[in-house]
């Protein structure tokens, strides 16, 4: 009798470092509950669970503080209580991979978070989880190689990204492939220059002269100018 007393003693104490030291701050707008999260009852630190909720009651966003930093798994939801998105942050950025989920439950998204900016391959996906694109990502930019499939899981489409200092997003740079999704047949190529793209070949044309200013300085020097030159 003595022994059992003395455990729950123990789990009693060993539950109340946490607990008598946090209290629960539940926040309401127009009588609904909105946020509710833990913080250190001296301090008021945030430390331990924190939730959003959505209009009808379920949780939208669930994750853990730890002495006023971000810490451990972050879970989104959807307004139906599904799954929308896995994340892992550690000392208040995030960091490592993620996941992102459609209401169906298939994965829409998946990356990788390195010191709270994504880097690497990014690949989101059809809702029958049909692999959709791939791209790569250096500080949250395109800059890499991709590749972007149809419906019916076929390459369609595959280049390069380039990154300018200042802009939220990639723009396409080299060779750019294009293919049917049916019967998977090289359609046309183009060559682009930072966002600037200009067709060089098509299926049953062949290659194709500069018909601007632009493309012609795109293509000076390139092995599809001396085609094009050839072919006159």
Known sequence: MKQLTKLLLGVWFALCLHSCHTKVVTVRYEKRVVERYQVLTESNVRHGYYKIYHNNGNVALEH?????????????????????GNLMLKNGKYEGFFTYYHP???????GYYKKNVMDGELCSYYM??????????????????????ASN????????????????????????????????????????????????WELGKGYLKANTSICDEIMNGTTEKSNMLGSE
């Open 128 to 149: 029958d989880g049909t692999l959709k694109e791939c791209v790569t990502m250096k500080n949250n930019v395109e800059q890499g190689p991709f590749r972007e499939y």
């Open 64 to 84: 853990t503080y730890h002495h006023g930093a971000l810490s451990g798994l972050e879970k989104i939801f959807h307004e139906d209580g599904s799954l929308s």
């Open 153 to 200: 899981g076929v390459l369609v489409r595959k280049g390069s990204y380039t990154s300018i200092l200042g802009d939220k997003e990639g723009l396409e740079d080299g060779l750019i492939y294009e293919y049917d999704s049916e019967t998977r047949k090289l359609l046309a190529k183009k060559r682009c220059k930072e966002g600037f793209c200009c067709s060089i």
């Open 104 to 110: 169906e439950g298939m994965v829409k998204q998946k």
